[in-house]
């Protein structure tokens, strides 16, 4: 189980320069909005520099009055 409790906010807008690693200890909660059944495209490359190792995620995905359409 996890040693300790503790967090970290990653603001993708802002630009993610360096690779982040999650170990499989950690569990790690991704938030997104959603706009037509997609997250920002300017969120899509900071994304790819997060890696993982059998790392367990939630996915949260929040959108107004309308359809999530398949965004999953």
């Known amino acids: 189980m996890w040693d300790a409790i503790t967090s970290k906010s990653i ?4 630009g993610q320069e360096n690779e982040v690693e999650f170990e499989e200890n950690e569990l790690v909660i991704f938030g997104f909005p959603v706009y037509a059944g997609r997250i920002p495209q300017l969120c899509v490359p900071a994304l790819n520099k997060f890696k993982g190792k059998n790392t367990p ?8 009055n309308r359809d999530y359409d398949d965004v999953y």
């Open 11 to 14: 603001i993708l807008t802002l």
């Open 57 to 64: 995620a939630i996915i949260v995905c929040v959108y107004s």
